[in-house]
């Protein structure tokens, strides 16, 4: 493990019930309200990071942070998305060597991404 790795994320939403439903129901992801924070958390299968990047803006006009999500359908998962109330951003689209991400803004407008890594057949 690198130094100093991400172990924690934070969604600063206008309305937190609907955003932990939004994932709850779309991704699965157990999140419950905790009383003495205040706040939901994730207990269950948190999310791990396991790279990042940093690059310099080309099309967005303001610096962001941006999650990815790791999907096996991320088409059939865009769908559901727009199903749940979120809305697509940039739709599925391949980046190279199989691999696609998809951005999308959850309930409340906070943007994620979705990436799905196709194994290649050699």
């Not at 706040?39 to 999310?47: V, Y």
């Not at 990047?53 to 999907?71: C, D, E, H, M, Q």
């Not at 409340?108 to 057949?121: K, P, R």
Request: aromatic share 14%; glycine share 10%; proline share 6%.
């Amino acid at each position: 493990m690198s130094a100093n790795p991400i172990v924690w994320w934070e969604l600063a939403s206008h309305d937190a019930e609907k955003s932990v439903q939004f994932f709850r129901d779309v991704f699965g992801w157990q999140l419950d309200f905790d009383e003495k924070a205040g706040f939901f958390k994730m207990h269950d299968n948190p999310p791990t990071v396991s790279g990042g990047g940093i690059f310099t803006l080309r099309r967005a006009k303001l610096p962001f942070v941006a999650l990815y999500i790791s999907v096996e359908d991320i088409k059939g998962m865009a769908k559901k998305i727009q199903e749940h109330g979120g809305f697509i951003v940039d739709p599925p689209f391949e980046v190279g060597g199989g691999t696609w991400i998809c951005l999308f803004n959850e309930p409340s407008g906070v943007t994620f991404a979705m990436i799905e890594e196709v194994a290649s057949s050699a």
